[in-house]
Nanobody, 126 residues
């Protein structure tokens, strides 16, 4: 059974950086499309970045050039490096896998992902 646990969230000033980790147990991280998602207070959960089984990253426009998704096969861990943080990056960040076997990462967003971690809070102050 797949389990994901996020860590590394916290507080930062605008323009600062944070790095988050997502440790997977139960399966190899390279067996899935992996994704980072976030949910701001009062808003729906949204996709932030995904990484294909091949290792190719995908980003939503709002984080391109600022966030970097990566993985370490030896540690079975997914990462999200967040630079040039903005107050609108505030929220609870979750990692997840594609919910059904697919060759490429799903394009339908949150409903197509599963095995959600419990989340980690990120707060960016101006």
């Amino acid at each position: 059974q797949v389990q994901l646990v996020e860590s590394g969230g916290g507080s930062a000033q605008a323009g600062g950086s944070l790095r988050m980790s997502c440790k997977m147990s139960g399966r190899a991280i390279t067996s899935f499309c992996m994704g980072w998602f976030r949910q701001a207070p009062g808003k729906e959960r949204e996709e932030v970045a995904t990484i294909e089984m091949t290792g190719t990253p995908n980003y939503v426009d709002s984080v391109k050039g600022r966030f970097t998704i990566s993985r370490d096969r030896t540690k079975n861990t997914l990462y999200l490096q967040m630079d040039s943080l903005k107050p609108e990056d505030t929220g609870t960040y979750y990692c997840a896998t594609n919910a059904r076997p697919t060759v490429w990462c799903p394009t339908g967003g949150v409903p197509e992902f599963g095995n959600w971690g419990p989340g980690t809070q990120v707060t960016v102050s101006s």
